[in-house]
């Protein structure tokens, strides 16, 4: 990881009775309110929930899991023709440290034990992609979701909001990176309290990470690598994992160059300060897979894509 974070170096509706017109009215309105409020769980059991400020999005709670990403890679008759070995072979991360390994690796096998609600990694972001319009389409054609919704990766900006960063300055992603110092999702203080995510803490260093890399002096999360979602302390909008255990593609061009993109929320092997701030990007070629990278959907109304 250099300045940046690259692996190459490095709820129920009420119930009323309306008496007239415009009760009904205020009665569907609050019911849908509610209902928003309250969150959505779609078809695969993922947990999505508004952000303050982002009137057209919800984020899922969690990371896509293994389990999830499995749903797609099965349904072949849906999927697109999804065939994992067509990209490029991925990288097996030990530390700050990589590997390019064969096909024997990849988001079913990323080079340590992964379980079903552990995020899924080794995912490029064409994967993520594919992810979302196959969920889309599902969800469409069962009704679970509506003509102008979508699933899509968030935007550099929205995750910023989702993660309670404002106050940004610059134009794109790479400008913007690292700009906000030494706030990190539970403040300001270094290292991580005790339950503040899955980072390289002293659990990491065992017999495959990298040896001459430090891992955080005093922190013990319990998981040397991925961990299962949900584990670890919430952002203020009840999100899991927005900083570390994997890191989060998001939609966005990292600088002037189309075929690199933005990843966010850190990851397991993050060892120093910088990396764990909430405005350090992460980037990558896009078809890159990684074994510390994997990403989180919004459901998005207002489009018809
Ligand atoms: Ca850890
Ligand atoms: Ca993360």
Redesign the pocket.
Known sequence: MKTVLSNRTINKGMKAVPACLFCLVLTTFLTATASKAAGFTNSLGMRFVTVSGLSNVQFCVWLTRVQDFRAFVSDRANNGGYEYTNGTTPWIVTSNDSAHVTFEYGWNNPGFPQRDNCPVVCVNWYDAHAFCSWLTRKERAEGKIAANQTYRLPTDAEWSLAAGLTGERGGTPAEKSMNIKDVYLWGTDWPPPPGAG????E??KDKDWYPPLRVIAGYN?????T?PVGRFAPSRYGLYDMA?NAGEWCEDIYRDVPHLRVWRGST?NCVWPGNLWLSTRGFDVIDTRNSNVGFRIVLASGSKE
């Not at 899955?198 to 803490?201: D, M, P």
């Open positions: 899955n980072f390289g803490g659990e990491a999360d319990g998981y040397p690598r961990s570390g397991w």
